[in-house]
C-alpha cells in the first residue's frame, strides 16, 4: 500500500512541475524546456521522460490501433488513412489518438498507401440518338434525384468481364450492378432494374439518368425503361471523364482501392464474389468525404 501511495504521489509531483513548465513557456517562450526545467532540479529528458507504465498502455494501444487497420485494410485494401481514422475515431471516441501520431503510427508500420498507376477505359460509338447534358450545374439535394451510370472493365485470370454500376450522385450509393462477360445491354438493364427496385415507391418522375453516350444507354431497350419511369435522360457530350465525375470516381475506388491492390480474380464468379463484397463495404462502412464522412448507407437512411 505504502508502495502504491509513493508511486501515485511521484507521478502527482512529475505532473505538477510539467504542468508550471508548460505554464511559463507560454510566458517565457525565450526560455527552453532545459531551463526551466532546471527550476526545479529536473532535467530536459525528465520533462519527456514516460512511466513504464505509461508506455506498456501507449504501446498497447498502438498495437490494438495497427490491429485493428490491418482487420480493415483486409476488406478494403486501399482505403486511405484519413477515412481510417475517421472510423476509428467513431469506435474508440476519446481513446483514439490524434491524427498526426495516427499517421505517424501508419508511417511506422508502412501502412500508409503507394500511388497506383492509372489504367485506361474506352468509349463507344454508334448511331443512336445522343441525348444532351441535363446536369451542368446541378446539384441534388436528395436520394433519386440524379443517378449516374457506367460500365468499367475488371481484369480477371481468365479475361475481361464488365461491371455495370449505378450510383446515387446525391448518397453515393451504388444501387444497381451486374458484372458480366460481355458489353451486352441487357446486363446495363439488369443494373437499372436493380436500381429501380431498390427505390420502392418512390416517385421518380423528377430522375435525371446520366451517363455516358455508349451504345448501352442509347439503345431502344434501355431508353424506353427509363422513359416508363418518367426519368430525364442526360448524357455527356464531350466524351470528357469530368463530364461523369461522379461515375468516374466510383469506378476508381473500386479499382484503386480494392482491385489493384489485390491479385487478379480466377474468373467471372470469383470477381463477382469480390465485386458483392466490395460494394457492400463501399455502402455500409466506407466514410465518403462529400457525405461529411458518413457512408452512402447512411446518407440514404437520413431521408427515409
Known sequence: ?????????????????RQTVNSLRTRHSNLSIECLSGLFGKTRVGYYSVSKEMLEKRKLTETTTISIVREVRNEAPGIGA??????????????????????????????????????????????YHKYK???????????????????????????VCYLH???????????????????????????????????????????????????????????????SISA???????????DNAIAERVNGIIKQEWLYRMDRPKNLEDARKIISSIINFYNNKRPHMSNCMKTPAEMRMQFR
Open 1 to 17: 500500500m505504502k508502495n502504491r501511495q509513493g508511486r501515485l504521489r511521484n507521478r502527482l509531483i512529475k505532473k505538477s512541475w
Open 165 to 227: 454500376l449505378i450510383t446515387d450522385a446525391f448518397t453515393h450509393e451504388i444501387i444497381g450492378w451486374t458484372l458480366s462477360d460481355t458489353l451486352m445491354a441487357t446486363n446495363t438493364i439488369a443494373a437499372l432494374e436493380q436500381a429501380i427496385k431498390q427505390a420502392g415507391n418512390s416517385d421518380l418522375s423528377k430522375l435525371i439518368h446520366h451517363s455516358d453516350r455508349g451504345l448501352q444507354y442509347c439503345c431502344n431497350a434501355y431508353v424506353e425503361r427509363l422513359n
Open 133 to 159: 447534358n441535363m446536369i451542368k450545374n446541378f446539384i441534388p439535394t436528395a436520394p433519386n434525384e440524379l443517378w449516374v451510370a457506367d460500365i468499367t472493365y475488371i481484369e480477371t485470370k481468365d479475361g
Open 82 to 127: 484519413y477515412k481510417l481514422f475517421i472510423m476509428l475515431k467513431e469506435l474508440y471516441a476519446e481513446k483514439m489518438v490524434g491524427r498526426d501520431k495516427f499517421y505517424a503510427l501508419l508511417h511506422f508500420h508502412h501502412l500508409m498507401l503507394k500511388p497506383q498507376r492509372k489504367r485506361h477505359t474506352t468509349n463507344s460509338n454508334h448511331h
Open 232 to 242: 430525364t435522360i442526360s448524357m455527356t457530350e464531350d466524351y470528357k471523364p469530368t
